[in-house]
């Protein structure tokens, strides 16, 4: 990995490196500092460049609580970690040539064709012709089309898994609403939108909000009775009992 970083990066000879060479070492930190990181104080970077110093471990030091660099357990991994850093900021100096070679790499990957069994998969929900037939079975229900195909045919999936099932076409009396509309237009929203067009869609909104209120309170008070059959109509066992123990 250390090998591939640094050919990435484009340090001389990158594939012949010795990482168990101390002076090796010490040029690569050199030439990370002075071609990509370039974080060092002039202090610090002269300590760095006297590779066959004592006290060269002693400014290595210094220079890695000034970039940040963590407590490791082995020089390689900071080496490593320094690897890293050195790759980020030279990656988000050259962002647009990466991210174009990236956008290149994705267009020419050999994606693997499948072939579909489904034959709703071949279809083109974009197409003039899709538009057309789903607009048709729209005004076959009577349901206004909107301008996105997609979303008239979850209005039409709406209106057909609720009206136009068996059990639905067999009682149509158990979804078909009777009696008199209610006048949400004349209702008072209780708030004003200084927009008539806007205060009709809110009442509509909030119509729609005390329809669903009202469908989750139905379901919750079907479930409280089903627990209700369950729990309050206990079966006794007498085989069971004991007497005078």
């Not at 034959?119 to 057309?132: A, G, Q, Y």
């Amino acid at each position: 990995m250390s090998k591939r970083l640094l050919a990435a990066l484009e340090y001389p000879n990158a594939d012949n490196v010795n990482f168990s060479d101390e002076k090796t070492v010490h040029d690569i930190v050199l030439w990370l500092e002075t071609n990509k990181i370039k974080s060092a104080s002039q202090h610090v970077y002269n300590g760095l460049q006297n590779k066959n110093s004592a006290d060269w471990k002693k400014y290595f030091e210094q220079y890695k609580d000034s970039i940040g660099c963590p407590v490791l357990e082995s020089q390689l991994e900071e080496l490593q970690w320094l690897l890293g850093k050195a790759v980020q900021i030279d990656t988000s100096k050259n962002k647009n040539v990466y991210l174009k070679h990236a956008v290149e790499n994705i267009k020419t990957c050999n994606v693997p064709s499948v072939v579909a069994e489904n034959p709703l998969d071949k279809l083109d929900f974009r197409s003039e012709e899709f538009l057309n037939r789903i607009n048709q079975l729209a005004k076959i229900l009577n349901i206004t089309a909107y301008p996105d195909p997609l979303v008239t045919l979850r209005a039409v999936r709406k209106v057909i898994c609720s009206r136009l099932t068996p059990e639905c076409v067999e009682n149509p009396s158990s979804v078909i609403v009777e009696g008199t509309p209610f006048p949400f237009q004349e209702t008072d929203l209780g708030f004003d939108l200084k927009d008539p067009v806007l205060n009709q869609a809110a009442k509509v909104l909030r119509m729609l909000y005390i329809h669903d209120l009202r469908d989750l309170q139905t379901k919750s008070n079907e479930l409280i009775v089903a627990v209700q059959n369950v729990t309050a109509n206990p079966k006794t066992d007498a085989k069971l009992g004991q007497v005078g123990r």
